[in-house]
């Protein structure tokens, strides 16, 4: 883990936030293996959707390969509304799979965006008896949940 990613994606969103004329703070750590960033505040000129929040993460995973940090994913979130969502695509993740395991069949997840589907497969990546893998193309790719046997 790496402070210099930290501080590149601090300084990054700090800047985007003066830049655009918005008050409020920039918080970035290590969460596992990705750099989550939370730009916390009152913002009235920064969209808050999922797709504004993905450009944000793609620009940051830019910005750190520039500087010649490799690949290092980041997650932008925007008041905490990311880390609620991914606690509900865990547990999402997790009824899917008991109900493989009990009928014993694949479940299709409805469609969503890729740092949604990974939060699914990362959530199940060591869950015995259960794969996961995604299918379909652009906004309808979705995660299948299937039995290993």
Known sequence: ???????????????????????????????????????????RRLPDDDGFRGDLSRWARLHLRARRLGQVPVVVDVNGRWAARRQELVAMAKRAAEQVLRER?????????????????????????????????GQGRRVVVEPTS
């Open 1 to 43: 883990m790496n402070q210099r990613a930290i501080d590149l994606v601090r300084e990054l969103f700090e800047g985007l936030l003066a830049l655009v004329g918005e008050g409020g703070r920039v918080e970035a750590r290590w969460d596992g293996d990705e750099v989550y960033v939370n730009l916390i505040g009152d913002f």
């Open 105 to 137: 069949r694949k479940v299709r997840l409805p469609p969503m965006a890729p740092e949604d589907r990974r939060i699914i497969h990362l959530a199940l990546a060591d869950v015995p008896g259960v794969k996961t893998y995604s299918v379909g193309k």
